[in-house]
């Protein structure tokens, strides 16, 4: 059986390469404390991370188990032109846990929600990573009207457990091993038992990796994130919502983009620890679920970064940031029309534009 997992990846590979960020020295890491607390309708809180100014509003959207810190080297790009915000979604960082389940659907209305109550105003430019990418596009159902355009860096697809196990054999693209693990921490987490030195070593994973970046301050909080059971019971929801509840949000929603700027950005370092007789047939693979999620667009584009695992937001934030310039550059020159978008004619090229 052939069990390859995006998310696993992904996961292995945050945690190494934030300590290799931080260990530089390039690191400004100022998360210790919250940046912009809105309280939503029910009365919890989320946490904003705003910079710069200037329109339209660049709004970032993290992959699984990453906070808003994960886009301090985007933000840094970006925010000299426009005003760029990230968030901690609910359950992260600063921002209060949320009702179950924590599917797409949840994590958008939150986003909306929490915009509204922080004042901040579209237009906006929606930028997801990973299962962000899923994110992104729920929030864009709700607020199309304010969306001009979206960059999906290295995106989850709707379905993709199946789309993977069709071709690569049963277990290809499913999430079980992280869950697996949340599910250990989160034993832990209730007993107390996410204190460093952890008394078990399958615990290590489970707790945050020193930087020598980190102040005390920043260190206590990523110990005591990690240590509270909603962060593993959040991280859980949204691992068993991504391939039902949110796929199925996504299928039944708006799935056609009209004339709407949209590039979407393949790593070519992905499957980069997949074994090596299977490694280009991923990468193609995952490429052409990408083609086909640009093509929903007729401005939409796929274009491969070269020189990126698939933390595209850490390894190649320039390219993140080139999209959103290209993107930015178009708002209020060309007009979305999706009634005028000729379907017929795009089904002929499932595989959309690449430049």
Known sequence: MLTISLLLLSSRAIGADAARLASSGAVKDDTAHPGLLVRLPDQRTLNF?????????????????????????????????YRVCAYDRAGYGFSDPGPQPRDGAAIA??????????????????????????????????????????????????????????????????VSVLR??????????????LQPPPSDPALTNCLPRPRVSDTAAVSQRRLAEASRPTTWITRISELDTLWTRTSDEIASGRTAYGSLALIVLTADGTYAAAPV???????????????????????????????????????????????????????????????????????????????
């Open 49 to 81: 991370r705003c910079q710069g100014a200037g329109a339209p509003t660049v709004l970032l959207e993290s992959g699984y188990a990453a906070s808003s810190a994960a886009w301090f080297k985007v933000q840094a790009l970006l925010a000299p032109k």
């Open 180 to 193: 697996e693990q949340a599910a250990r921490c989160l034993e832990a987490a209730r007993h107390g038992q």
């Open 109 to 174: 209305l939150d986003l909306d929600h929490g915009l509204r109550a922080a004042g901040i105003k579209g237009p906006f430019i929606v930028v997801g990573h990973s299962a962000g990418g899923l994110y992104v596009r729920l929030f864009t159902n709700r607020r199309w009207r304010d969306v001009v355009g979206m960059v999906l860096a290295d995106p989850s697809v709707e379905y993709q457990d199946t789309r993977f196990a069709a071709v690569f054999g049963p277990g290809a693209g499913g």
């Open 277 to 355: 007789n299977i490694r280009s047939s991923l990468l193609r693979f995952w490429t052409n679920l990408h083609q086909e999620l640009a093509a929903r667009s007729s401005r939409g584009q796929e274009r491969l970064v070269e020189g990126s695992s698939h933390l595209m937001m850490l390894d190649r934030p320039d390219a993140i940031a080139a999209a959103v310039e290209e993107e930015a550059s178009q708002a209020g020159r060309k007009a979305r029309s999706i009634d005028n978008f000729n379907w017929e004619k795009s089904s002929r090229r499932p595989g959309g534009t690449r430049k």
